[in-house]
Structures are given as C-alpha cells and as structure tokens.
C-alpha cells in the first residue's frame, strides 16, 4: 500500500509545477463604455458657420462645440440635416463653407461627451483677395429677425438694415444691398472689404442676441437656485 504521506507530497510538487508552467492570466480588460453618438436634426436657411453651431447648440444641447473667431464668418448653405452625427454636421458644414480659407473640425475624447473644435486655416499659397475686388454674397437674416429662444425679441428686418447703413454711411461708393422678404435673404454686391464689414456687423448683431438669451437663461434659472437654497 502507497504511503498516504508520500502521496500528499507528490501531490504538492505537481501542483507547484503546473502552476509555474501555466501561463500567467492577463489582468481583466475594463469594459469600455459605447460611445453611443448624440445625433442632431435642423433645417438651416443658410448662414455663417456661427449661425449654424448656434443652430446645432440648440437642437442638441449635449454638443460640445469650440468655435474659432476667424472661422465664424465662413458662409454655410442651407441643408437639412436627419439624425446627424454632430462631427459629421460639422464636418459636412465646413467642407460646404465658402471662405479664403480652410475650416476644418478636430474631435477631442475623454471621459466625456466629446468635444468638437472649429478651425480656420489659411490655405497654402493663397492670397486674401483684393479689397477692392467686387464680389457678390447671399447671407439668411432669418436667425436675427426669426424667433428666439428665453423670450428674446428679435431685430427687426429694418433695424438690420439701418445698422448696415449706418456702418456704410461713410462709403464713396456704398455696397448694393437687397432684402428679399419672401426669402430672408440679403442680397449684397460690393467690394471684398464692404462685404467683409456687413459679415461683420451680422455677426455683431447674433452675438448680441446671443447675449441677450443667455442673460434671460440666467434670469429664468434663479429663482429655481433659490428655492432650492431654501
């Protein structure tokens, strides 16, 4: 009869040499979460681009959006956008967009929501165009004399308009501009440098809306902090 002792001990060294033969298991991977993607559905009228991530802002409040100044005039058309991903809103947006330079879109993840920032690049050898140089531009002034949100009223079509006449009252030779009512749309000819400060000057005006929103946000959002301090 085998010893019971001797057993025992074989029994430990051949457990002690698979053990140091088996392979050491890889520490267990952490699952990752999916990035499920938020998505975006908006009709623009056509606009510039700070218009447009405006419009996607409020369409999907979860966008993370990072707009460069110099990119913000860059005109986008009017599209129609069905359960977008909101990188391939941008994406699409920008490589739409007419400007003398490149936009283009960089994604940053982490943690989370990702984040989406707006670029403006000029373009390899290209030269501004020449201030003097007439060209012909469409811009939408639906985002400023439309609806707006938090009960802001918005400007209307004659304020626009007297505000272009106004930063144009000193031009030798004033740019052409058109409204057509049906459209919403501003008809403006002029030199690359007229048409440069109307861009400006329509941008000035949504910002100050912009503003406006903001600060009935935060008006509306009060009441709501102090009662809950009580």
Excluded: W
Aim: glycine share 4%; proline share 8%.
């Amino acid at each position: 009869m085998k010893n019971p002792a001797t057993a025992t001990v074989l029994l430990s060294m051949l457990a002690s040499l698979v053990a140091q033969e088996a392979p050491e298991k890889a520490p267990p991977r952490l699952p990752v979460p999916n990035a499920v993607s938020i998505t975006v559905s908006i009709e623009f009228d056509g606009g510039s681009l700070e218009q447009f991530v405006r419009r996607i802002r409020q369409a999907q409040p979860k966008a993370n959006i990072v707009l460069a100044s110099a990119a913000t005039a860059a005109q986008v058309p009017p599209m129609v956008l069905r359960n977008a991903g909101i990188e391939q809103a941008l994406e699409g947006a920008c490589m739409a967009a007419a400007a003398d330079f490149r936009v283009r879109v960089k994604e940053f993840r982490g943690p989370g929501e990702p984040v989406y920032s707006i670029v403006a690049e000029r373009t390899r050898g290209a030269k501004p165009a020449p201030a003097d140089r007439v060209v012909r531009r469409v811009f939408s002034l639906t985002s400023l004399s439309g609806e707006r949100a938090h009960g802001v009223k918005p400007f209307p079509v004659r304020t626009i308009l007297s505000a272009l006449e106004a930063v144009m009252s000193d031009e030798r030779h004033p740019p052409r501009v058109r409204y057509h009512e049906d459209s919403g749309l501003l008809l403006a000819r002029g030199t690359t440098a007229q048409i440069a400060t109307i861009e400006e000057t329509l941008v000035a005006l949504e910002r100050e809306l912009s503003r406006q929103e903001q600060r009935a946000l935060r008006r509306l959002r009060e009441p709501s902090a102090r009662d809950h301090a009580k």
